[in-house]
């Protein structure tokens, strides 16, 4: 019971989760003291992660950055003094005031999912950007190309009702590890599995999921198109398809049938590194257990073929009629049932209106490319916020020879300093999530979610709406919309005449604390067609692919770098290694915590016993794992969870915290995705030796 001093508020996880969990926030005398998650949401059901459960460590950690600060060492050395708020705003507005006064597109924002809140993450910073006349920012570090992929077959970032799953007979995991990124989902197929359901985890890792389930299959990375293609071929050759759904809600079934034809799993058996058998059974198992679900994650996008992976499994529940049934069909994504008004949220028309050069476009997964070739105009400033590229992105040895350049003015607003902070000329202190106003749209389930700001900024920490509003004031931008408030901006982030938006009141959202979107129980979207395509069809064949160039059916795109598509770089570098998300830590959030960093006891490798062996590596031995990207080092875990040929390590490590000042983005490739723009983590042969 809330009192005077004691009060309880209404707050939602920022993370970049698919859950998204409502919590409940006790504050007694101005002091956040509790943390849960709210019993009312039934996604949430009252728990949050071992992360969020002590959140209040971050929030209060010593480390947190609580005041402005300039650089006073060199790059990289992460030495600064204190300035006030008004210093180190005039001289980011004059910096960038006089970049722009040659071309504001020397200017780059650099930001992605520190927080998912609408409020904070895509709205007051847009403005700002647009007003200015910056370089646009392609935000495709994580979800992008799986998202391009799932768009051309689907329409929309739209898929079954989370849920609902419960009540599926058959489920594939595929390409996730929601035992650790989507603990409250993981609870529904629990609750599946009770009921009699199969689980089947598709995944090259041995994971945690995996261990849960009652079978495993680990296809090489970024193969899993080829095993979907033959699944297809299988479906269609056994007759274990729904003509009736094929034929009234799809298109171009006979062209994707021709296309699959030779895609057996005597074919997809030599590249994915299961065995033909295997994978006929998968396939007949799929087309034969109703109603059965797929729940994809985005680790499958992660590869040379990440987009048209997504496609080709997209178009599995349309084969087989899946989507009849609520239970049945597949989820990638919920983000696209949110009736987002981005157009208010960003407005764009601030670029027009005030800028006659065409914008320009750089992709966030090429950063330390962009950073160094000489473009026109070259990058001049960088503002980070929401991110941690000198951690996060690929490449890391060119992303950080990029930040190291002096004549690069690098403004960093953040809650630690971090590996990027290091390279700030101007360090800003950023509040958490309890500390600012914002409103959640989800990816993992259907609920709209408020956060009210809970206890005051600490120190002098200020919210990013706020130092964007502050920055707009000082370069004399007059617009009324970058004066608006947090309120006002978190009442206009859902289309209020959609009809998915009933409900979703400002007023309501407060009170409440969630408001789950206005579509119906059970949720079928596709039971009768009615996909978000140009042809309200599931989509085989893609029209808008053909007229961009690309392949308009499922195909088969090879990983840049394997055994099969690259011996001879394989020759040299005969392991695959992935490094998907450590239990601990979420990108490089957390990871700077003692207690995170003590649990996961610091970086590792896992390593299957034939090639420890063939190495001389024992378990415990610091390794040096490389390739001609760079290297880095990390502890031997010999266990056969991986495969022979696959080595993983569970990431991301902040540099300077990993003891050798490196992570595994040493060694990962800037090489792009066949479409989406993302980039190819997953996609990486390296070699391993004792250190």
Known sequence: MSTAASKVVRA?????CPDTCAMEVTVEDGRAVKIRGADDLPFTNGALCTKVAHYLERVYSDQRLLHPMKRVGRK??????????DEALDTIAAKFAAIAADDPRAILPYSYA????????????RRFFHRLGASLLDRTICASAGAAGWKATMGASVGMDPEAIVDARLILIWGGNPVVSNLHGWRYILEAKRRGAKL????????????????????????????????????????????????????????????????????????????????RSLAREYGSVKPAAIRLNYGLNRCAGGATVMRNIACLPALTGAWRHPAGGALLSTSGNFPLDQQSLERPELYTANHTRPP??????????????????????????????????????????????EDLFCVVHELFQ?????????????????????????????????????IAPLGEARPNSEVFRLLAARMGFTDAVLRESDDEIAAQAFKRRDNRALGLDPETLRTRGWVRLNLPRPFAPFAKGNFPTPSGKCEFFSESLAQRGLDPLPGWVPPHESPVSNPQLAARYPLAMISPPARNFLNTSFANLPRFREQEGGPKLEIHPDDAARRGI??????????????????????ERVRRGLVVCPSVWWRKLSGDGENANAVTSPALTDFGGGPTFYDCLVEVAKA
């Open 618 to 639: 024992a378990a415990g031995e610091r390794l040096r794992i490389f390739n001609d990207r760079g290297a880095f080092h990390a502890q031997a875990v010999v266990t």
């Open 114 to 125: 520190g927080t998912m809140g609408l409020v904070q993450g895509e709205s007051m910073d």
């Open 360 to 405: 320009r476009t750089i992709n966030m997964s090429t950063i330390g490319e962009a950073l160094l070739r000489a473009d026109e105009p070259p990058i001049r400033a960088l503002y980070v916020y929401n991110s941690n590229p000198v951690a996060v992105a690929p490449d890391g040895t060119r992303v950080r020879e990029g930040f190291m350049r």
């Open 418 to 454: 971090t590996d990027t902070a290091d390279y700030a000329d101007i360090l800003l202190p950023a509040t958490s999530q309890l500390e600012h106003r914002d409103v959640h749209k989800a990816y993992g389930h259907l609920y709209a979610l408020t956060n009210e700001p809970a």
């Open 12 to 16: 939602a996880c920022p993370h970049d």
């Open 76 to 85: 990289g050395e992460g030495r600064f003094e204190r300035i006030s708020w």
């Open 200 to 279: 089947v985890c598709i995944d090259p890792w041995r994971s945690q999921t995996a261990e849960k389930c009652d079978l495993h299959l680990a296809p090489w990375p970024g193969t899993d198109g080829a095993l979907a293609l033959a699944m297809m071929q299988v479906l269609i050759a056994d007759g274990l398809i729904d003509r009736d759904y094929i034929d009234a809600h799809t298109l171009g079934f006979d062209a994707l049938a021709e296309r699959v034809k030779t895609c057996t799993p005597e074919w997809a058996a030599p590249l994915t590194g299961l065995a033909a058998d295997t994978i």
